[in-house]
Structure formats: structure tokens, C-alpha cells
């Protein structure tokens, strides 16, 4: 179909049309062999070790999936202290529940509405204020220890090129203002150097103090991972930012997972061009990304092959098929996310889980997500 196309970007046949072929014949060969589709994709990888994923469960949302304040556009779950992936979903929806209560009480009936993931959306506009109230729920359901937390503050969303946010009371542009925060990262068709972060992007009315540097960001994020159990942030910088994420990950990523969304796109070169400058330690691999099985299979052999973790995802705007329950299991990438424990486009892949676990007994993942080739009896990579 590739060749049948003939394009870089799928422009002649379209993504969307190649992609659910490409899922449709997966289905088939597995069908045809009367074998479980995950194994099926197990084959077609070469047949890596297996495991059950720790999913990360997205329950606080903000950014453009939510209506508060909040730039970051999620906060996860992630139970690595559960036995069997039964036993994390468990967890995560205890953990869940408690938190709906915490935010019921605190801001109001309203808050505990949900975002487009399943996550709450409370009436919440400091990032920090939403890795509180994860402690607090993880505290509450007496999960504490046995469940990290993580973030995806999606920060593409909140790059604001100087022009639009430094205005003079006069209304003339301020060029020459706060020259410290001007962000040296290339944007096609646009200066390089007239970018700030603004966390107060969703705001009438935003604070000159919420709009931070490149260097100020990894002090943020650095004194988030010091000071919360955080284990992966996704997306910390903007999506050509390959020098901030390499900065950040220098620093944390000994401990931190540092995943590469809209700055790979599950595209092989993108994620070549982060391997050789060292910008991350992860990718998040989306099927409906890059628009086809073996292409996803391709960018998840290249991680392997440079011992980067592999992160499988959902979309935001999801359908009920459970497509990638069975990617993640059949790849062994030891985690993934598809929201919160609430909602039926998102339940569905849990449920598929769940019966994956029950028809195979793999061993759950746990604390070994980043490296699943370490869990004992895997067999390594």
C-alpha cells in the first residue's frame, strides 16, 4: 500500500484508508493461523518476549481537552506496585474514585466533570495543584507506594510566539522585552527566537510569571520530579524542540521516563533524528499516527534496538475497537495509556486486557515498564 501510494505523507491513498486495511489484513492473518491476534503481532515482531502492560491511567485533564485553566494536558496513574494487571486496575480505579471525591469536596460538583480522556477536569490552573491532588487521592485509597504518577503536559499547545503575549500598555509590540525567555528551537516559516512557554494559555487575562523560558521549564520540571514519585513526562517541550527535551532528559532521565509524542510522530526518521541528539529516552508509538501496522512495528524495532521504552496510546477522540490491547501485549512495550478507568471507548481496551491475562497468564510489568526486556523469566531483548 506504501507503494501503492507513493508519497511521504500517504497523500495520494490517505492514512486513514491505508491504516485500517493495514489493521484489517492484521486481524485476517491471525484469524487465518486461529490464533489470538496479539500473538499474531508477537510473530510479526519476531517474536519478542511478552508481558502485561502497567496502564497509565489519565485522570486529571487540562490543556485543549478540558475547560479550566490548566495547561497541562494530562496527569496519570501508573500502579507499578500491583501484581497482575487485574490487580493495577484495581488500583488506579480506587485511586480514581477517591480523587472524584477530593475534588467534589474541594471545588465543587461541577469539577468532577470529565475531559475528553475520562479524566476529571477540575477548576484547577497550577500544574503542581494537580500532582497534589494525585498524592492526595493516591493517599486517600491507601495505595501509597504502590502507585507513580506522570504527566503529559502536551506543550505544543502552549508555545506563543512573543508577538502575541508581551504587549505594551501602549499596544505596540515589545520586542526587546524579557529576552531571557526567548527560545532558540527551529519552527518552520516562523524566528526561532520569538517563542515563549505560556501556562496561563487558556486564560483571559495571563500572568507575565507563567510565561517561562526554555531553561526555566527544566527547572519546573526538574523540581517536579524532585519533589512528586513521578516516573514519565511526555511531551515536556514543543514539537521541534529536540535541544529542550535533550536538556530535560539529561537531567531526570535517569529516573524519568521522557516519551516523544508530536516530536516523533511514530515515524522512524524523526525518532533516528532523537536517538542522535540524545532528546528523549521513550517514544509514544499511535498506530493511527503514522498510519499503518508494519510502520508501527518499524519505529517500535528501533526503540528495542536502542533499549528506548516504548509507550502504546490511544487517541483522544477514540472508538471502542481494541486494537492496541493487543499491539502493546504482542510487542511487550510493558506500558501503555488509553485514559481514564471510566467511559466505553476507553474500557474497552481494559476489558481486552483483562481477557488477554486471564487466556495467557503473562507476567505483569510492574516497576520494569521502561526496561520490559528486565522483567525475570521475559528473556530479554
Known amino acids: 500500500m506504501l507503494d501503492l501510494d507513493g508519497t511521504e505523507n500517504k497523500t495520494n491513498l490517505g492514512a486513514n484508508a491505508i491504516l485500517g486495511v493495514s489493521m484489517a489484513c492484521c486481524r485476517a492473518g491471525a484469524a487465518q493461523k486461529g490464533i489470538s491476534l496479539y500473538r499474531h503481532i508477537n510473530e510479526l515482531a519476531g517474536k519478542p518476549p511478552m508481558c502485561m502492560p502497567v496502564p497509565c491511567f489519565n485522570v486529571i485533564n487540562g490543556g485543549v481537552h478540558a475547560g479550566n485553566y490548566l495547561a497541562f494536558q494530562e496527569f496519570f496513574l501508573i500502579p507499578v506496585g500491583a501484581t497482575t494487571f487485574a490487580e493495577a486496575m484495581k488500583l488506579g480505579s480506587e485511586t480514581y474514585h477517591n480523587l472524584k471525591a477530593i475534588i467534589k469536596k474541594k471545588y465543587g460538583l461541577d469539577s468532577t466533570a470529565v475531559g475528553d480522556e475520562g479524566g476529571f477536569a477540575p477548576a484547577v490552573a497550577d500544574p503542581e495543584e494537580g500532582l497534589q491532588l494525585l498524592l492526595e487521592a ?19 499547545e502552549f508555545w506563543k510566539e512573543k508577538e502575541q503575549v508581551y504587549v505594551r500598555s501602549s499596544g505596540a509590540l515589545d520586542d526587546g522585552a524579557m529576552d531571557d525567555d526567548v527560545l532558540g528551537v527551529p519552527c518552520p516559516g516562523k524566528d526561532p527566537h520569538r517563542f515563549t512557554k505560556d501556562l496561563d494559555f487558556k486564560c483571559k487575562e495571563p500572568k507575565a510569571s507563567q510565561k517561562k523560558s526554555r531553561e526555566e521549564m527544566v527547572k519546573l520540571y526538574k523540581h517536579f ?82 533499549k528506548w521504552g516504548v509507550f502504546v496510546s490511544h487517541r483522544s477522540g477514540e472508538t471502542e475497537d481494541t486494537f492496541i490491547a493487543d499491539l502493546t501485549v504482542g510487542l511487550g512495550t510493558g506500558h501503555l495509556k488509553t485514559g481514564a478507568p471510566c467511559r466505553s471507548e476507553r474500557l474497552a481496551k481494559y476489558n481486552q486486557l483483562l481477557r488477554i491475562e486471564e487466556e495467557s497468564s503473562l507476567k505483569f510489568c510492574g516497576k520494569h515498564f521502561r526496561q520490559p526486556w528486565t522483567l525475570e523469566g521475559s528473556g530479554g531483548y
Request: aromatic share 4%.
Open 225 to 306: 520530579c524532585d519533589t512528586y514519585p513521578i516516573a514519565l513526562l511526555e511531551d515536556p517541550f514543543a514539537e521541534e524542540d529536540f535541544e529542550g527535551h535533550a536538556q530535560l532528559t539529561a537531567i531526570v532521565g535517569d529516573k524519568v521516563e521522557i516519551v516523544g509524542d508530536d516530536l516523533y510522530c511514530t515515524n522512524t526518521k524523526r525518532v533516528q533524528m532523537g536517538l542522535d541528539k540524545k532528546a528523549t529516552n521513550a517514544m509514544l508509538l499511535k498506530v493511527n499516527q503514522i498510519g499503518s501496522v508494519t510502520e508501527s512495528i518499524a519505529a517500535w524495532q528501533l526503540c528495542k534496538d536502542n
Open 138 to 156: 493516591i493517599d486517600q485509597a491507601g495505595h501509597k507506594g504502590k502507585i507513580l504518577i506522570g504527566s503529559d503536559p502536551a506543550s505544543s
